[in-house]
């Protein structure tokens, strides 16, 4: 066969495409997988949340998420302070978790049932009440104020108060049986949040058959309510 220049022309022409051909396809799986590392990322980045917490945590937040205790209303805590004059510990500190009963609530007033906690110096105290109580609203009854202030200030809800309760003694208190308690009060709400909104207040109350902490004290506390 004798070669001429246009055949070495078409020889040298075909084994270049042969040596292009594997790096030509190389590429092509390299962009393919590319696009599918991609595509797998997106994916991942749009899971839910919940998916990256421990099993237990999961398990947890799928049971709160599908009660109703997120959209439980009619209910208040009241953490507060304690000043007991005539007590043995002068001291203390305690909370309140109050439910209001819908039943028992009108425009006129509620009516609850709360669950108490009482610490003063080596007492303690547990207690179950119940709870009355009347919003009012006193600035907007007042006819030559009310053009000169906000209706943020004129609408303030004021609540008067009182509480009444039978308790156990739970540490140092040698007194037998039951203490009982009562607590007036005033309560004053503000601002909102998550549905709910804050208050304020001041109570004046007494301890009886509590041992050496019977007598009248002080509360001032801070509110969180929601539903009432």
């Not at 099993?55 to 959209?71: F, G, P, R, T």
């Not at 953490?79 to 609530?105: C, E, R």
């Amino acid at each position: 066969m004798k070669f001429n220049k246009w055949t070495f022309a078409l020889a040298a022409l075909a084994a270049v495409s042969l040596c292009l051909a594997p790096a030509v396809r190389a590429q092509g799986t390299t962009s393919t997988n590319s696009i599918t590392t991609i595509t797998g990322t997106t994916t991942n980045s749009a899971a839910a949340p919940a998916e990256f917490l421990p099993a237990s945590l999961e398990q947890l937040w799928a049971a709160i998420d599908n009660s109703d205790v997120l959209q439980a209303t009619n209910w208040a805590l009241a953490p507060y302070v304690t000043y007991a004059p005539s007590a043995a510990d002068k001291v203390g500190a305690g909370a309140l978790a109050i439910y209001n009963v819908p039943q028992l609530t009108s425009s006129l007033g509620s009516v609850g049932t709360a669950l108490g906690v009482d610490w003063l110096g080596s007492w303690s105290l547990i207690s179950a009440n119940a709870t009355i109580q009347v919003p009012t609203h006193p600035l907007a009854h007042i006819t030559w104020l009310t053009p000169m202030l906000p209706a943020s200030v004129t609408n303030i809800t004021c609540v008067p108060f009182a509480i009444a309760g039978i308790g156990t003694p739970m540490s140092g208190s040698s007194t037998a049986g039951a203490a009982t308690l009562w607590d007036v009060g005033y309560q004053v709400k503000f601002g909102h949040w998550a549905g709910g909104n804050f208050g304020v207040g001041i109570t004046w109350g007494e301890w009886m058959n509590a041992g050496p902490e019977s007598g009248h004290r002080y509360h001032i506390f801070v509110s969180y309510q929601k539903g009432f």
